[in-house]
Every structure is written in structure tokens, then in C-alpha cells.
């Protein structure tokens, strides 16, 4: 299947500072990708969809301001965690969609630990 | 707004048996996803369903699409060990929602 890459794969910060998380699509080039946080044991909920040069569409209750999306070209999305709390401790997973397959790929995930 | 509801939440089973769990969602689409997940790791693509009647299997796995009845399946037959894992459907109404996820647990 395609290949979707999420860098870093863990990431141990400071509160307050600002943490950066890259999607990359490796194989195929995606207009459209997402980005899901996920609690211990619980299901993906989507916090915001990114279009290729165009803002970010952000689910309710999600922060834009906190939670920063770029999506700059075809083959990159970024989220950046802006002044980070403990609270945003988490795992951000990131999705591409295939536009020949239509398949949506996830990238390896981020866990967030905010110290 | 498209809401996805999967059941069972839970289940431990034997193994050789087979169980079904089953995807329900609120809004017309005709893009269905199911994942596994392994603790503390990413998800895992099994099939990507694009049609009514879509129909895929892997090993001892299959999954099937009713837009219909906004209905999937996902079959385990004859269970093994290594099944063990948290699998999450997902449906593509624009953007891409999941359900809770089966935490299916194998019994040697």
C-alpha cells in the first residue's frame, strides 16, 4: 500500500514550548490529509482537515490557534503544538488520502509527552 | 453529521471460532475503511471498501459494504492468536470518521 511517513515518532518537550510533527506522503501526492489525536484506549477523533494550499478546516473544539496546520505542498502536512501543556500529552496520528486508490494511509503516529 | 457506530466494543473469543463485528454509520457514503491496531503502534490498512456489494478478503479476514443499510462487516473466521488487536472501521463522508474500535482479544 501507499507509504505515509510521521516525523518524529516521539517527542518528550517542555511546557510551553512549541512542538512541530511532519506527514509526508511518500508515493503519491495528497491534496487532502488529516490529523487525529488519540487517548489511551479510546478511538481516533479528528481534529482538523488539511487542504493543499488552502487553510485548515478545523473540527469543534479544536484550536486552531493551539494546534498549527500547514500544508504547503502535495507530499507535506505539518502540525505544529503551539505553547504546549501537559494536557496535550497524546498520540497525533496522521492520514494522506491516495487519489488513485482512494485509500486513506496513516503515518506511524507521534506520542507527545509534555513535561 | 456522520456518526459511525461499531459493536461489539469488546470481545474475547476461542480460537478456531468465528465472530462478525459489525459498522453502522449515519449518512450516505460509499468509502469504508477498517484498520487494526497493535498496542502502542499506528494503524494498519486491511481493506478499503469503494462500492456497494464490495466484498474483500485477506486470510482470515473479510469485509463487506452495504451502502444500503450503511452497514459493514468484518468476518474472522476460524480465530488465531496473532488476530488479537484493536480494529477501527472508518467512513469517508469528506473527511474521514471512525468508529469506537473492537478490542478483539484471541484466547490460545
Known amino acids: 500500500g501507499a507509504v505515509v511517513s510521521q516525523h518524529p515518532s516521539r517527542v518528550i518537550c517542555k511546557s510551553g514550548t512549541s512542538v512541530k510533527i511532519e506527514c509526508r506522503s511518500l508515493?503519491?501526492?495528497?491534496?487532502?490529509m488529516f490529523w487525529y489525536r488519540q487517548f489511551p484506549k479510546k478511538s481516533l477523533m479528528l481534529m482538523a482537515t488539511?487542504?493543499?494550499?488552502?487553510?485548515?478546516?478545523?473540527e469543534q473544539g479544536v484550536e486552531k490557534d493551539k494546534f498549527l496546520i500547514n500544508h504547503a505542498s502535495l507530499t507535506l502536512s505539518t502540525l505544529t503544538v503551539t505553547s504546549a501543556h501537559p494536557e496535550d500529552s497524546s498520540f497525533y496520528i496522521c492520514s494522506a488520502r491516495d487519489p488513485i486508490t482512494q485509500g486513506a494511509f496513516f503515518g506511524q503516529g507521534t506520542r507527545l509527552t509534555v513535561v | 453529521e456522520l456518526k459511525v457506530e461499531q459493536n461489539p466494543l469488546f470481545l474475547s473469543m476461542q480460537e478456531g471460532k468465528n465472530y462478525t463485528i459489525y459498522c453502522n454509520y449515519s449518512t450516505t457514503s460509499d468509502r469504508l475503511y477498517w484498520y487494526r491496531q497493535d498496542p502502542g503502534k499506528s494503524l494498519e490498512s486491511l481493506f478499503v471498501?469503494?462500492?456497494?456489494?464490495a466484498v474483500k478478503q485477506e486470510g482470515r479476514l473479510m469485509a463487506s459494504l452495504d451502502t444500503k443499510a450503511r452497514l459493514s462487516t468484518l468476518h474472522i473466521t476460524a480465530a488465531v492468536h496473532d488476530l488479537s488487536a484493536t480494529y477501527f472501521c472508518a467512513v469517508d463522508g469528506g473527511k474521514i470518521i471512525f468508529g469506537k474500535g473492537t478490542r478483539l482479544h484471541i484466547l490460545p
Open positions: 508515493d503519491f501526492q495528497a491534496t487532502t
Open positions: 471498501l469503494l462500492s456497494n456489494g
Open positions: 488539511s487542504n493543499e494550499g488552502s487553510k485548515a478546516t478545523y
